[in-house]
């Protein structure tokens, strides 16, 4: 069966993708760090003077994030972020927790002291961040490090959020499966990132289990003990996934539409 060519990068055909593409990718990251928040109305207009483009490519990029399901077109109020299921936050990070921690057996006997070292830092920066106030939104604690960016992070992400995808690509690294860290990217991307930050922000007792289950997680790689480091990373990932999930259950969808 014939198919089309796929157009030149160098075409007008090839240029618009690419352009629907980073539109798409500028939209997606203002979404995930909650500087537009979920139940927020994406007006074209406005998304395109913020961008500076013009509406078409606002508009295909819209239906590229709409069959992503990030977004989603509602009756008299158009393209809003989608405020995820429940379900979907327990299915997805159920998946997540088994990804996880097939990187931590990869990683294991490939992790080095510098690396447990930077593990160890990017945790206490959670730790310090996190005993902020108002973190979700970008301020950092007073006296808080900075925590070194990473290519899963949005440049807008909270201080926590930084540090916490910190520890984790850095396992995802070093355990040296490129699609492997693709997919566990993916499953993050699913959802507004800066939700766990309010996750934590909220509950002080899931913030320090957030923080030690971190700690027993470079316990176990230092130990070299691969069925170890999965089995503590699966705990920390399938906990992480249930507080967001009751997060979205405690909160009705009136709260974000209106």
Not at 7 to 32: F, M, N
Not at 122 to 142: C, F, I, K, L
């Amino acid at each position: 069966m014939d198919t089309a060519p796929l157009p030149d990068a160098d075409s007008p055909a090839g240029k618009g993708k690419a352009l629907v593409d980073d539109t798409a990718a500028a939209i997606r990251a203002r979404i995930l760090s909650g500087e537009i928040p979920i139940g927020a109305q994406l007006r074209q207009v406005e998304l395109a003077e913020l961008l500076g483009v013009s509406r078409t490519p606002v508009r295909e990029a819209l239906r590229q994030l709409q069959a992503g399901g990030l977004i989603e077109v509602l009756p008299n109020r158009g393209a809003v972020v989608r405020v995820p299921a429940p379900w979907e936050v327990r299915e997805a990070y159920e998946i997540r927790a088994e990804l996880e921690g097939l990187a931590c057996v990869r990683a294991v006997h490939a992790v080095t002291p510098d690396i447990l070292r930077e593990l160890r830092e990017a945790n206490e920066t959670v730790r310090a961040v996190s005993s902020g106030v108002r973190d979700a939104g970008g301020g950092a604690a007073p006296g808080a490090g900075s925590s070194p960016a990473t290519p899963n992070t949005s440049p807008n992400a909270s201080p926590s959020t930084s540090a916490n995808d910190c520890f984790h690509t850095l396992i995802h690294t070093v355990a040296g499966n490129r699609r492997l860290a693709r997919a566990i990217k993916d499953v993050n991307e699913a959802f507004p990132r800066n939700v766990s930050a309010l996750v934590l922000q909220d509950n002080p007792r899931h913030r320090e289990d957030n923080i030690r289950e971190h700690e027993r997680i470079v316990e176990a790689l230092a130990a070299e003990d691969a069925e170890r480091a999965r089995s503590e990373m699966k705990a920390h990932v399938i906990s992480a996934g249930e507080q967001l999930a009751r997060w979205y259950e405690q909160r009705s969808a009136t709260v974000f539409r209106g």
